[in-house]
């Protein structure tokens, strides 16, 4: 089995890569605009410098490959409030060219690499999958673009496909100190420096967070499980604020630190929670292991 993962240098795309480097072929392009290549230390695979917005370097990429994990993108949401063309060109752009060049290519099935940011700030909670999508963010609109894009291919025969609705993921090899860090790693940074945790807002946001193995094991599930076509919600299922994720950080890390409350952050929204019904239902099975993995993300930032 051969496999190609876009953004496989990044923070998701490694641990795809991780958990299929011993029995399959694995192939990553990544143009390293956020990613690391030592991301991929000790995995084995092949890495190709590109962009996906490159024709010929995609069509380079896509040689006999079976399966596609498509992650790589603009990723973050005050990124893409500051420059939505550019946002658009790699997401939606990128997307419809990976896709192209996946079907003529002949490959079985691509996993498109989505998010919850497309349900927006819709009060109903936990979110569904039939909702009606209502992004409030460039990023979020593209991201719904790279789902109707999948759908179409889909529906028109040229390529079987399946959209992962992420929410908020964490784990090893996140990036603490990337100008738009996640609040995991940032916060498990300044709490092992005795530093105060910085909050976006009151910090009564909600959040369903999802340890990064499983959104890798979802991944790989739902690329070869060829009954799943549509899109799926993958998240923990169940909710926190951002005030009581900093107490368990303060706590893991041993931390003195204190929380300090600064302004809300652009195109944020308020709450998110998942509902999973979906996922389960495809079969796929994952243990509730959010302390545990978050202790284990703690020791990962400790060690470095
Ligand atoms: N981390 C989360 O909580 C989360 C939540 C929802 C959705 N997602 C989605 O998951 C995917 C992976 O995100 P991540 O958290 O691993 O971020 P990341 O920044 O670590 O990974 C993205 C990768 O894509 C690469 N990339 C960017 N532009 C590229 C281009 N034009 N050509 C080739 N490679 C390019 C980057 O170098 C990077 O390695 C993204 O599509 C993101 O939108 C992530």
Same mark, same amino acid.
């Given at each position: 089995?051969?496999?190609?993962? @876009?953004? !496989? /240098?990044?923070?998701?795309?490694?641990?795809?890569?991780?958990?299929?480097?011993? %029995?399959?072929?694995?192939?990553?392009?990544?143009?390293?605009?956020?990613?690391?290549?030592?991301?991929?230390?000790?995995?084995?695979?092949?890495?190709?410098?590109?962009?996906?917005?490159?024709?010929?370097? +995609?069509?380079? /990429?896509?040689?006999? +490959?079976?399966? +596609?994990?498509?992650?790589? /993108?603009?990723?973050?949401?005050?990124?893409?409030?500051?420059?939505?063309?550019?946002?658009?060109?790699?997401?939606?752009?990128?997307?419809?060219?990976?896709?192209?060049?996946?079907?003529?290519?002949?490959?079985? =099935?691509?996993?498109? *690499?989505? *998010? /919850?940011?497309? $349900?927006?700030?819709?009060?109903?909670?936990?979110?569904?999958?039939?909702?009606?999508?209502?992004?409030?963010?460039? $990023?979020?609109?593209?991201?719904?673009?790279?789902?109707?894009?999948?759908?179409?291919?889909?529906?028109?025969?040229?390529?079987?496909?399946?959209?992962?609705? $992420?929410?908020?993921?964490?784990?090893?090899?996140?990036?603490?100190?990337?100008?738009? &860090?996640?609040?995991?790693?940032?916060?498990?940074?300044?709490?092992?420096? *005795?530093?105060?945790?910085?909050?976006?807002?009151?910090?009564?946001?909600? #959040?369903?967070?999802?340890?990064?193995?499983?959104?890798? &094991?979802?991944?790989?599930?739902?690329? @070869?499980? *060829? &009954? &799943?076509? !549509? +899109?799926?919600?993958?998240?923990?299922?169940?909710?926190?604020?951002?005030?009581?994720?900093?107490?368990?950080?303060?706590?893991?890390?041993?931390?003195?630190?204190?929380?300090?409350?600064?302004?809300?952050?652009?195109?944020?929204? =308020?709450?998110?929670?998942?509902?999973?019904?979906?996922? %389960?239902?495809?079969?796929?099975?994952?243990?509730?292991?959010?302390? @545990?993995?978050?202790?284990?993300?703690?020791?990962?930032? #400790?060690?470095?």
């Amino acid at each position: 089995m051969k496999i190609l993962v @876009t953004g !496989g /240098a990044g923070f998701i795309g490694s641990h795809i890569v991780e958990q299929l480097h011993t %029995r399959a072929e694995v192939r990553v392009l990544d143009n390293l605009a956020s990613g690391f290549r030592h991301n991929l230390d000790g995995l084995r695979c092949e890495f190709i410098a590109g962009s996906v917005l490159d024709r010929i370097v +995609v069509r380079q /990429a896509m040689a006999n +490959v079976d399966y +596609v994990f498509h992650l790589a /993108a603009m990723v973050s949401v005050p990124e893409s409030v500051q420059q939505p063309e550019r946002c658009a060109e790699i997401n939606t752009r990128g997307t419809s060219l990976v896709l192209e060049e996946a079907a003529r290519a002949g490959v079985k =099935k691509l996993a498109f *690499s989505s *998010s /919850a940011a497309i $349900y927006g700030n819709s009060p109903v909670m936990p979110k569904v999958e039939t909702m009606s999508p209502e992004p409030t963010s460039p $990023y979020g609109a593209t991201k719904l673009e790279g789902e109707r894009l999948c759908e179409q291919f889909t529906l028109q025969g040229l390529l079987a496909t399946v959209a992962l609705r $992420y929410f908020n993921v964490f784990g090893p090899r996140q990036n603490p100190r990337s100008q738009y &860090a996640a609040a995991v790693p940032a916060f498990i940074e300044r709490a092992l420096r *005795s530093e105060p945790l910085v909050i976006h807002g009151d910090g009564e946001q909600t #959040r369903d967070f999802v340890p990064v193995q499983m959104v890798a &094991a979802a991944n790989i599930f739902l690329a @070869t499980e *060829s &009954a &799943a076509t !549509g +899109v799926f919600n993958v998240a923990g299922g169940k909710a926190i604020t951002i005030n009581q994720l900093a107490r368990q950080i303060q706590d893991l890390a041993g931390s003195a630190s204190e929380l300090q409350h600064g302004v809300e952050r652009a195109g944020d929204v =308020k709450h998110s929670c998942a509902n999973i019904g979906r996922l %389960r239902a495809a079969g796929f099975v994952w243990p509730d292991d959010f302390a @545990t993995r978050l202790r284990a993300t703690v020791d990962f930032l #400790r060690a470095k």
